[in-house]
C-alpha cells in the first residue's frame, strides 16, 4: 500500500482479522443453530412443545460459546492479547448476528416449505396448556383470541422472521457481554507473567 499512512494500514489490516474471525466462529455458531434444529424439527411431536423449547435453548447456549472463543480469538490474534470491552462486544455482538440470520434462513426454509402449520399446532398446545392449568374461560377466550391473531401475522415472512430472531438474539446478547466483561478485563501482573513465559 504506497502511500498508505501505517496507521491506516494496521486499520486495515485488523478490521480484515476481526472480520475473518467473525465470520468463521459466526458460520460455526450458525452451523450448530441451524443443523440442530434440522435434526431434531422431524422429532417434535414426539418431543413435546415444552421439551423442544428446552432443547432449543440448550442448542443456542451450545452455539454461543462461539461468541466466547471467537472473542478469545480476536484478542489472543489480533489484539496481542489484550481488547477493550467495546472491541470485545463488538466482535461478540457481530458474532450473535450472523449465526442468528443462520438460525432464521434455516427456520424460514422449514417453516414455509415443511412446516406450515406449525402456528397451528404451536396455538393448540397454548391453549391446552391453560385449559389443563384451570384457567378460567375470560383467560382461555383472550389467549384464543391472542393466538387467532398470532397464526395470521406469523403467515406474513417479515413478520415470522422478526419473531424468529427473538429466540437466539437476546441469548447471543447476552453471551456477548458476558464474554466481552471476561475477557477485557486487565491482567494481574502476575498473570500477564505467566502468560509471557
Excluded at 502511500?3 to 489490516?13: D, I, K, T, W
Excluded at 478469545?72 to 489484550?82: A, L
Excluded at 417479515?158 to 424468529?164: F, K, M, S
Aim: hydrophobic share 50%; with cysteine.
Amino acid at each position: 500500500m504506497v502511500g498508505v499512512p501505517v496507521e491506516s494500514a494496521v486499520l486495515y489490516h485488523n478490521g480484515a482479522l476481526m472480520r475473518k474471525v467473525v465470520l468463521k466462529f459466526g458460520f460455526i455458531a450458525g452451523a450448530i443453530l441451524s443443523g440442530l434444529m434440522a435434526i431434531t424439527i422431524p422429532f417434535q411431536d414426539q418431543i413435546g412443545v415444552d421439551h423442544s423449547l428446552l432443547l432449543g435453548y440448550t442448542t443456542m447456549v451450545v452455539a454461543f460459546l462461539m461468541v466466547y472463543f471467537g472473542v478469545r480469538s480476536y484478542r489472543d490474534n489480533v489484539g496481542s492479547g489484550r481488547v477493550t470491552f467495546g472491541r470485545a462486544a463488538a466482535v461478540g455482538l457481530l458474532i450473535t448476528l450472523l449465526a442468528s440470520c443462520c438460525y432464521v434462513g434455516t427456520w424460514e426454509v422449514i417453516y414455509f416449505k415443511f412446516m406450515p402449520d406449525f402456528a397451528d399446532k404451536y396455538a393448540v398446545s397454548a391453549i391446552a396448556k391453560a385449559k389443563k392449568s384451570g384457567a378460567p374461560e375470560a383467560q382461555i377466550a383472550a389467549l384464543t383470541k391472542e393466538m387467532d391473531q398470532f397464526r395470521v401475522a406469523y403467515k406474513n415472512p417479515l413478520v415470522n422472521i422478526a419473531y424468529t430472531f427473538l429466540d437466539p438474539l437476546p441469548v447471543g446478547i447476552v453471551f456477548a457481554l458476558v464474554t466481552a466483561g471476561i475477557l477485557s478485563r486487565k491482567r494481574k501482573p502476575d498473570e500477564a507473567v505467566a502468560v509471557s513465559g
